[in-house]
């Protein structure tokens, strides 16, 4: 399995999300790129976020961050025009010791700032009611036939099917209006670097 496999992690923290979901595409709200529909969804869209007084510029930038302690990725990370790459090049080397045993809890955290800082997002969201949301990777430049990461699902006739765990957390929020998560005290350590 890759280093950068999240699998592991969801099968031994997150039991309650380690499962292949089927969705009918017709009922659905996918979402992929962010200029498309629903595309508000993705950790990538314009939806800044404010902690601390520091503001990042999505959910993706302050989920990628909450990766690190060290102050050399955390710059990195903040000033790259995309953090997913800068973050994935330290990750061997400086990636929290804990991070797969508060990933879920991460991301749950970076989703309820964004709902809570960004009202488009929470109108898209209510908009959705009725669909299942699924993170469509059916267009990624992987092998036709390699299944989706643990984040996503790919289209397979008329159903998406896989993992969908961003989708599930984002239905999650949407049908309680919260999520719970549990972060360790030292999560935001990071920010201190970009004061």
Do not use: H
């Amino acid at each position: 399995m890759s280093f950068y496999s999240i699998a592991q992690f969801i099968e031994k923290y997150y039991p309650q999300y380690y499962s292949i979901e089927t969705y009918p595409a017709s009922k659905c709200a996918p979402f992929c790129k962010t200029n498309e529909t629903w595309g508000i969804f993705s950790n990538f869209g314009k939806t800044p976020i404010v902690i601390d007084g520091v503001t990042f510029k999505n959910s993706e930038q302050l989920f990628q961050l909450m990766k690190f302690k060290d102050r050399e990725p955390v710059m990195e990370i903040y000033n790259a025009p995309q953090p997913k790459y800068p973050a994935k090049k330290w990750e061997k080397q400086l990636r929290r010791e804990d991070w797969g045993s508060m990933i879920v809890n991460a991301m749950k955290f970076c989703l309820m700032r964004k709902y809570e800082q960004n009202e488009d997002f929470r109108q898209e969201l209510e908009r959705s009611r009725g669909l299942f949301i699924v993170e469509d990777q059916s267009n990624r430049k992987k092998k036709e036939n390699q299944n989706p990461d643990t984040w996503g699902v790919k289209l397979r006739g008329d159903q998406y099917i896989g993992p969908n765990l961003m989708g599930r957390l984002l239905m999650e929020l949407r049908d309680n209006g919260k999520l719970e998560y549990n972060l360790p005290k030292d999560s935001f350590d990071f920010i201190r670097f970009l004061k």
